[in-house]
């Protein structure tokens, strides 16, 4: 059965640091884009990063630039996120999915499986 299960999520401090992953089961990650996406309460969930997996190619929205870091751990079959001076506005849901690579990547309908999410929340 084809899984994609994230962990790391947790709260912390404003200006911490959190690693979430995403770990795929029951198929290969290879050949697909993975990106990682969050929701706020009440906001539209929007991406946040991806990475191919054929070349590595990575791509970071304006707002985690600098401050985030994907990565891919092959032998694992999983792929991190590094989120490094958190603010309370990364406060959301945290969900990993995968697209074919000639997908738009940019736009949520090309990802066609997704995992259950993990919670973020940013405070003091």
């Known amino acids: 059965q084809r899984q994609l299960v994230e962990s790391g999520g947790g709260l912390v401090q404003p200006g911490g640091s959190l690693s979430l992953s995403c770990a795929a089961s029951g198929f290969s990650l290879d050949g697909f884009v993975i990106g990682w996406f969050r929701q706020a309460p009440g906001k539209e969930r929007e991406l946040v990063s991806y990475?191919?997996?054929?070349?590595?190619?990575?791509f970071y929205a304006d707002s985690v630039k600098s401050r985030c870091t994907i990565s891919r751990d092959s032998a694992k079959n999983t792929v991190h996120l590094q989120m490094n001076s958190l603010k309370p506005e990364d406060t959301a849901v945290y969900y990993c999915a995968i697209s074919p690579p000639h997908y738009p990547l940019t736009e949520l309908s090309s990802y066609n499986y997704w995992g259950q999410g993990t919670q973020v929340t940013v405070s003091t």
């Open positions: 990475i191919k997996t054929k070349d590595g190619v990575t």
